[in-house]
């Protein structure tokens, strides 16, 4: 990849440092603690499954019964149940369901406990690996048939069969990536509900079942298009680990997943949120999913032009917040968006040097590009002319994921026609500058590049005052998205577990080592 | 005296409309000949379908520009949003206070349910307000409390008893499968039954909330699209004074 | 068995319908709200205005989405294009006519009136065709003419008499003020008065033109958009035996 | 202007030449001849005007009878029954259009006919003038205020009084340029219709009373805005002199006149059309009006890829034709069209070359761009974007007069909402990339560099062809546009007349001083 902006590596490399400097504590917080859905998301790798007449799942059973003792892990109780009762997984998981408390399943030989987790876990790693082997082999057939970038369209009908249909044909349309959204609600849920939906509020749940059936439909679909149809969910919220890990066994190919958003436009606990972004992320290293990280976010609240430099801080701090959890460069999905006042003189320039700065500065990573949505308006026509310039600036900075724009982002989710509107947009935009990247060269200290230099080093000054007061402190402070969130405040902060002594958890372990975290 | 209207195209009552829509069907002949009947149907004189195009197997999708005969008085239309009305400006909202109310107003505001967009609320109250009209907050003469988004109905009335709030802003931008109007529905059933309903001045807002809906809904008024704090304020002040007049 | 079939938006039957259209009226909630009404006054069960917007003093344009409840029966629905039978491709044709008719077939194409558009008639005619498919002209059984644009009525007659044509190709692309109508009328009337429009096939062409309208104003077919050589041959060919068989 | 593309100023030259020697004969046969409208358009300037019962205009009236003596000029006959019958040229006017004959008033003193003739002559300039001046003084007072391309929209009702309306609507949307498109069948006809009218098919009537209708409504409207409005028509077909005698008169200021168009498209004859071109073109040149030449119409027939060389040839014969009759390059409005299959790889990039080559080529001239118009179809939301991407193409390569696109090109000709959403595009995208064309260059011998230069050598390589036959045979062998047309074919040859050795005609005497020529 040429790079057209000459911006100082040394500079970038300072930022890198920066970024490191301040999630280290971060991190180190992280390293002595769990959270319920941390345990919850552990069972489930190991076989924890169905749920009872309330549609209460078997890891929520399981886990709120260990409330307190959820310092040593729950993972054994659950093992040691199943030694105990003897028969297999399923048939504990219906007896779990079915009212049986693990926790009072008296503690049986601790070596054969961990003998029969290894099993589990084992098992449970050979399931996650058999679906990426499946997706690499699939890849592999179907290489160079998907568009560049990756065309991003999402459904959001609220139930999981409709979603079917509108996928279905978004992928005939041309799609590459078909996300199904998650109702309203969900990302506040403390549980993942059970089994096939069929309502939600602006999008689907995010279920078990919900992600086998539609990984089937696009299977199905893939194969008569002979092209890959990546599914992408959201492994965020308050059960991030666990939606990481139905999605690794589900085989889905991206999750929405980033190290701060729960904290900053959902109001969960910081400290919570913290240490679950990092159990999701071991969950998807190991999977081979691409995380999309949720940078595009600020602009919605923050002005896109003086604010530009929160979007890139928070690119350096969720590429480090990933390699920390073994996520490499080709699975962070960074975020940022085409959200400038379409009435700003040059915004298009701006639009196309913000854009190149983060493929110049995370060259390897399939940076995820968000349409225009907040100026997006009534106005269809003026909205689909935006669209297209957003096509523009995606396809002219080799963008690697590209969120298509609807002409009715401010009226309604997608209808069917829509999608098309927009997939037909991009491909005709995108067709026509196919080589523009390669064509087109930048005037030296013009308004293009000294705009990239410049966001460059606001991000480096932001990241000084951040490294300065510790990025708990400047959360609570209000430095991200204008939003301040005190450190105990926020939902879940009382599903934080800190891990005890003898915690156990060699699903975790085994986790950090096809992580390649030591 | 009345005024006839049509669509106008490129000429006075030529009735042009212009329309796309999906039907689930295959494309071809058939469905564009279905398409141009289904426009008909909907009292077009003439229609002719200028496009269509296959979204999926079963699926198809067309644009048609049709010719409407149908007209409408445009002398009887009566518009109805809430920002339509001559409003106040801020410094006129804190003189009325002070000249006929005499006491700090208190406005309380979330963003309810589980909706989470906390942007239209905050154009409304935040100091820094929206597109040059300052927010509520900036009212000397008003006492305002922001709750934010994803707070439950039940929690916004018990603070808006908590600070005896005299009107209480209600937002909702998520509108799908009606969410908005059960979510609203239940707020003022919640007031009612605790028979506080006419304690407070009700304000529904958000980008698809007319004033109609929101009237029939049982709140006192509806803001949409491009209303402003100013527009809020002028309402709240005035309706004040009529209650107290009673 | 019938297959009722509605508007989709992104769920069966939700009935969604988008339109755009002007009102010679100025812009505001009372326009908005003409708009509205006018929606439904089509027949729209709800209808939501999601844009308006100023064009002069006296016109606005408005964007607004209903929702339909008129439905129509897909299996009622009779399919009226020329291109839609099963055709012949220029082997075939060539075959077709060496077997069955036994002669090289006269056709006669022009863009008649003051139209000046030729590229349709030529995507028709011309040996290098349209869209990968070869026009009239490479057909080794054809004997064709291609009298370009602007071409009066009498001058076509006249020249199809002298050729002794079997068919005569009609194109008209402009539409406005329904001056095809007119035109298309004349040339029928002008073969009538002088007692030989069956000693023609009459085809009818052009983008606007449907093969309803055509058979209408008294042509044999009518070909609109997407239509290629291919399809007119083999409708020449097979109405010839036809009324050869008379 | 920064050059980009690195053209040779030597090949650029050559092809200069090329023109010059092309021109060459077709200017020394257009200066031995005249032609019915030639002598009605003289006449018109000295101030025929007024029309019969049947609607026969004045002009017509006159010339039709002087059919056999023409070779002398009209002038003469009319001063000469003007001087015979005293009395003002209006009372003479109504005279002829009552019948009166003035080929039948015997022929008085020549001198006192020509001081006559000489003093009308001064009255029709001092009116020219007066128009011009008039601009000027509003474009100086309004200076800076129009958009730069300058915004052109078309009216199409067919009725005067419509067109006024959506004309008016057009500018207050923010059209610089409104152009009254004609009726359909208007260039075929010998005469220009008198009055105003109200039926038209595609287009309204151009006609003197028109003309004064619709530059009203402008003005007032121009003042409202404060920005001039441009009022454009078509000064083409079998009557370009006396349209461009009329559009002077009543302060026109642009005129779609090309030195071909009508021979290739309309099939009027060629040296009908090489005469009256050029003394339609002194008019202009003396009234100052811009011409639009018409490139684009050789794209609607023939591939704008394969055939490129073919639209920058035109533009150096039109150059060349129009310095020929004294207009300056400032007045020369270089017609050229955004016509590429959408469906090309590159495509923008091969319309960027293309525009952006002429462009440099034409430092000095107004290039008119049109927009998109035989790919465009009932598709309007794609029709909308390929929109987006030719106004994109027309600010970055700061084209003078920018035609703009209309959703629905394919389908009608436009609606009021049509020519809004269009205005609303142009200006979104435009001010968006204001500055793009300071900020940008392109690869050195990259498809763009490499797409200029071929066109460019092409052109000459068919320059040459064409100097090699004469420019009456290459279009007779169907050079351009793919359409052959026969010397002696084609509409109006027989208004052609051979200027004899008394041929009289003060005011192309005038014309030719006041345009510079010689
Ligand atoms: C920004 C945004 C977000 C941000 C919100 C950030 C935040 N903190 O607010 C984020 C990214 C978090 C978000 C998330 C979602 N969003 Co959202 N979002 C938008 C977006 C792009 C802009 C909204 C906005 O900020 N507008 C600007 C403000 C100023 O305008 P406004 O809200 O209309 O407010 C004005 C008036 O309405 C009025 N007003 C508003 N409230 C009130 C209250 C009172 C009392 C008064 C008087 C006036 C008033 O005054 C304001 C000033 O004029 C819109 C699309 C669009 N362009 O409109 C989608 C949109 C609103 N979102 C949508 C959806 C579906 C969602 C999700 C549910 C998607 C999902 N499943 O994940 C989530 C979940 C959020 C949730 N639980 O509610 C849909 C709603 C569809 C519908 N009609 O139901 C939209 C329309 C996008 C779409 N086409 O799908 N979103
Ligand atoms: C190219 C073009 C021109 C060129 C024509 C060059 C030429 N030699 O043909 C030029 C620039 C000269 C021109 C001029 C005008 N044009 Co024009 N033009 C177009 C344009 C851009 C493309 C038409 C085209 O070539 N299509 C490609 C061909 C292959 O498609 P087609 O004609 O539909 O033909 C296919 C079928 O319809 C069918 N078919 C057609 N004829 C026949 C005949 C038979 C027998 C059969 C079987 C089939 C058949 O088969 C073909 C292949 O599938 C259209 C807009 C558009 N994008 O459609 C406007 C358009 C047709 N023009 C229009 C107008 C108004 C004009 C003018 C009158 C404007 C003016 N006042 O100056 C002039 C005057 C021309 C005149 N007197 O007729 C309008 C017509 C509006 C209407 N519905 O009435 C259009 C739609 C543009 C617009 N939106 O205003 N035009
Ligand atoms: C990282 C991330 N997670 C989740 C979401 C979706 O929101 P919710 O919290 O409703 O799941 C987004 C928003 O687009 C996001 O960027
Ligand atoms: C130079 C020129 N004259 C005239 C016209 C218009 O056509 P008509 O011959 O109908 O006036 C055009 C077409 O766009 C043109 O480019």
Redesign the pocket.
């Known amino acids: 990849m040429k790079e057209k902006l000459g911006l100082s590596r040394d500079r970038i490399a300072e930022a890198r440092e920066l970024a490191e400097r301040i999630c280290a504590p971060v991190m180190d917080f992280v390293e002595a603690h769990s959270s319920v859905t941390v345990e919850r998301a552990t069972l489930r790798l190991a076989g924890a499954d169905d749920a009872n007449a309330d549609g209460v799942p078997v890891p929520n059973l399981v886990v709120d019964r260990l409330r307190d003792r959820l310092e040593d892990g729950a993972l054994k109780w659950y093992v040691n149940a199943l030694l105990r009762q003897g028969g297999t997984v399923e048939s504990l998981n219906r007896k779990i369901a079915e009212g049986l408390d693990v926790s009072s399943v008296p503690l049986g030989d601790e070596k054969a406990v961990r003998a029969r987790a290894d099993e589990l876990v084992d098992r449970g790693f050979a399931r996650i690996r058999a679906a990426r082997e499946r997706r690499d082999a699939m890849r592999a057939e179907w290489k160079g048939r998907n568009n560049d970038p990756l065309l991003y369209l999402i459904v959001?009908t609220g139930n999981i069969h409709e979603d079917v249909k509108q996928a279905k044909a978004a992928a005939a349309q041309g799609a590459d990536v078909i996300a199904v959204?998650?109702?309203?609600?969900q990302s506040l849920l403390d549980y993942v509900p059970y089994g096939a939906t069929t309502e939600g509020f602006?999008?689907t749940y995010a279920t078990q079942e919900n992600f086998r059936i539609m990984r089937a439909a696009l299977d199905g679909e893939a194969e008569r298009q002979q092209r890959y149809i990546l599914l992408t969910n959201y492994a965020s919220g308050l059960c991030m680990p666990e939606i990481a890990a139905m999605g690794a066994l589900e085989r889905l190919d991206m999750m929405l997943n980033d190290s701060m958003y729960g904290i900053l436009?959902r109001d969960i606990n910081m400290y919570r949120t913290f240490v679950d972004q990092k159990f999701s992320r071991m969950i998807n290293a190991v999977a081979g999913i691409i995380i999309n990280t949720g940078e595009d976010?600020y602009l919605?609240?923050s002005d896109a032009y003086e604010k530009a430099h929160t979007v890139l801080a928070s690119q350096f701090l969720n590429e480090r917040f990933g390699f920390a959890a073994g996520l490499p460069a080709g699975l962070l999905g960074l975020g940022h968006a085409f959200e400038l006042d379409p009435t700003m003189r040059n915004g298009f320039l701006y639009e196309l040097a913000q854009a190149q700065m983060a493929r110049e500065i995370f060259p390897d990573h399939p940076l995820k590009y968000m349409p225009p949505?907040?100026f997006?308006s009534g106005d269809i026509f003026r909205g689909l002319v935006m669209d297209s310039m957003f096509n523009f600036v995606s396809k002219a900075t080799n963008q690697g994921i590209h969120l298509l724009g609807?002409l009715?982002?401010?009226?309604?989710?997608p209808f069917m026609m829509d999608r098309f509107i927009a997939v037909d947009n991009a491909k005709y935009v995108m067709n026509s500058i196919a080589d523009f990247h390669d064509e087109v060269e930048f005037r030296k200290d013009g308004i293009i590049v000294r705009r990239a230099r410049d966001v460059l080093e606001e991000t480096i000054g932001f990241m000084k005052e951040i490294a300065g007061v510790s990025l708990f402190d400047s959360i609570e402070k209000g430095m991200f998205a204008d939003v301040k969130r005190p450190k105990d405040g926020g939902k879940g902060l009382d599903g934080l577990v800190k891990k005890g002594p003898a915690y156990y958890n060699p699903l975790e372990t085994r986790l950090k080592n096809e992580a390649g975290l030591r | 005296m009345s005024n006839i209207v049509r669509p106008y195209g490129d000429t006075l009552d030529d009735g042009k409309v212009q329309l796309s829509f999906t039907l689930p069907v295959p494309d071809g002949a058939k469905g564009r000949e279905a398409a141009r009947k289904l426009v008909l149907s909907w009292g077009f004189k003439d229609c002719e379908v200028v496009h269509s195009n296959p979204l999926a197997d079963e699926f198809s999708f067309y644009i048609a520009y049709g010719k409407s005969e149908a007209s409408i008085d445009y002398e009887s239309v009566v518009a109805d949003e809430a920002t339509e009305a001559a409003y106040l400006s801020m410094d006129e909202v804190n003189e009325f206070i002070k000249a006929k109310i005499g006491r700090k107003v208190v406005v309380v505001?979330a963003c309810t349910g589980?909706?989470?967009?906390?942007?239209?609320?905050d154009?409304?109250m935040n100091m820094k307000g929206?597109n040059h009209h300052f927010g509520l907050e900036r009212y000397t003469e008003l006492e305002t409390y922001n709750l934010g988004?994803q707070v439950p109905n039940e929690k916004l009335i018990e603070f808006a008893q908590k600070v005896n709030a005299d009107a209480i802003?209600?937002?909702q931008?998520?509108?799908?499968k009606e969410v908005h109007v059960s979510n609203m529905t239940q707020f003022v059933e919640l007031l009612e039954a605790k028979g506080i309903r006419n304690r407070f001045i009700c304000?529904?807002?958000?980008?698809?909330i007319g004033n109609k809906l929101a009237v029939e809904l049982g709140y006192d008024v509806g803001?949409?699209?491009?209303?402003?704090a100013d527009h809020?304020a002028t309402f709240i002040v005035r309706k004040l004074v009529e209650k107290m007049g009673n």
Chains 1, 4 share one sequence.
């Open positions: 959001a959204i998650r109702t309203t609600a602006g999008g436009f976010n919605t609240t949505t907040k997006m609807m009715t982002e401010a009226i309604h989710t | 505001g589980f909706d989470a967009h906390t942007v239209g609320i154009a409304i929206y988004a802003l209600v937002s931008v998520v509108t799908q304000i529904a807002g958000g980008p698809r803001f949409g699209k491009g209303s402003y809020v």
